[in-house]
């Protein structure tokens, strides 16, 4: 059964870090491009952050470009989204996901397999 497990979130103060981890146990993890969703309080799914599955090719939402990096580790079935200069409206559950063959898209009907989320909280 293949499944999605995050860890790494917490509780930050405004221009803290933290660095998100998914540990996949997926067969074939190398053939999916994997992704960072988010979703604040009140608020719709959004997307993140994605790697693609071939070429290494990542893709970032414009509010975090150049905040967040998204990199994968296929020897170890672990995707990583290092955050840094971190802001209040980054508050949410971060959410990790995979699509087979996926281009590190930022639609969400594009993933197969969801993580259960990990709690960020940014204070001010």
């Known amino acids: 059964q293949e499944l999605l497990v995050e860890s790494g979130g917490g509780w930050v103060q405004t221009g803290g870090s933290l660095r998100l981890s998914c540990a996949a146990s997926?067969?074939?993890?190398?053939?999916?491009?994997m992704a960072w969703f988010r979703q604040a309080p009140g608020k719709g799914r959004e997307f993140v952050a994605g790697?693609?599955?071939?070429?290494?090719?990542?893709k970032y939402s414009d509010s975090v470009k150049g905040r967040f990096t998204i990199s994968r580790d296929n020897a170890k079935n672990v995707v990583y989204l290092q955050m840094g200069s971190l802001e209040p409206e980054d508050t949410a559950v971060y959410y990790c996901?995979?699509?087979?063959?996926?281009?590190?898209?930022?639609?969400?009907?594009?993933?197969?397999?969801w993580g259960q989320g990990t709690q960020v909280t940014v204070s001010s």
């Open positions: 996901a995979a699509d087979e063959y996926g281009l590190a898209s930022s639609i969400e009907l594009k993933y197969h397999y």
């Open positions: 997926i067969h074939n993890f190398n053939n999916y491009a």
């Open positions: 790697v693609s599955w071939i070429g290494n090719f990542t």
